[in-house]
């Protein structure tokens, strides 16, 4: 009896710890050699490798043509969890038609469309657990490219839902990009389509979105001397955008985890349709229930203390954050108030740049975001940012307006940079 180890004797928790330490080409290498290794080199960490996928959606690229091909031989593509769509900007001067290019960019959601339907058929879960929408701008200066594919890759997405009426778990739509928003008038577009078997699941939505302006910078602003009936056809243009959005989170009623993002395109004198489209929140809490509702992010919102105590007040949170909060009207202390007495599961909170007539500085040491000759010393100086986790979530918060002078121009300037590059013009 031949007692020399051999290589497909080796025990398969032994061979996942040597492919944990392999790249993929490696690994399929590996798989290659022998029957008996393929087999035990096929488990938890090779399959890891298909239950995430990046796909670009771009005409020139085979990616999806790939993906069907892939997911109806119903081999390890059927172990997608995990979706990343990926949007091109696009030239900033698009050249000559092309009806070959034509043709390829109308397959697209043709063929985005197949691949979800073969998922839903053939995928292992039944659902997917994450679809992400983000966009890669290939030309800086082409924001009008960037959110007119945007708006595209959005669209696609949501016809995509409609035909393979596959579940989802969870929905990012442009929350994590830069300088890359969702425009609201194209919630109102995807009304008809029938969402509810994907979002029926839903259980986090994370959403960056902006004007409906985003390609006609010149009519960003309506004179004070327009006719009163196009102000009045403009806010009622308004109100639908919103109020579609409102539809929208309807949809999903079993949400546990939101996250709304604003990204303001101007910073000059807006529409009456574009005001409305900025009180998207307040429409929010007006209409939407969330009873299920565990972590809520708010970021680039303009608010009122009403509206916010009227949306804590509906729920009991785990997590709160909140970044570059305008209230129009009242003041933080009731909010912070609510968390502080209503929140019995509050477990973190994080408050950074929140804003009343001024800038709040909460009563608490760290560390400023610019210091410079001529400014307050850090250690006497009380900060913009808040993180607290555990007990402390829970503490009573106190703060106060910022009145001081700051100096220190780069430090100051990079603050500013910073945020509008997070919020647009300010």
Known sequence: MDLQPTIDSIPVEVIEEILSQLALPDICSLRLTGRKLNAKSSQGIFKSYFRRKTITMDATSDQFRQAVHVMQRQGFGCLLEHLTLVGLAGPYNPGPYNREESLKEAAVPMLFLQFMKDLGVNGTSGCLQSVSITMEDQNKGSSGYVWMNAAKCFEHTMQ???????????????????????????????????????????????M??????????????ISPREPEGKEMRAHASGRRHTDALCKFLQRCPVLEDLQLH???LYAFQLSRASNEEQRFFNRVVQSCQFPFLKRCTLKGIKTTETALLSFLRQMQLNSIVMEEIHLRTGKFGPVFDCLVERMEQLEYLHFENLWESQL????????PHFCGPGMRPPHVLTRTVLTRSGADARMPIKYKLDSGRTSGEMEVTNWIMKRQREYGPR
């Open 208 to 221: 960056s979105l902006s004007h409906h302006e985003a390609y006609k910078p010149s009519n960003s602003y």
């Open 360 to 367: 709040i500085l909460f009563d608490a040491p760290g560390k």
């Open 262 to 264: 604003w990204y303001r």
């Open 160 to 206: 995509a839902l409609h035909g393979s009426q596959l579940p989802i778990k969870s929905l990012d739509v442009f929350f994590g990009a830069t300088r890359c928003s969702l425009s609201i008038d194209q919630l109102p577009t995807i009304l008809e389509l029938d969402l509810s078997a994907s979002l029926q699941q839903l259980k986090c939505l994370s």
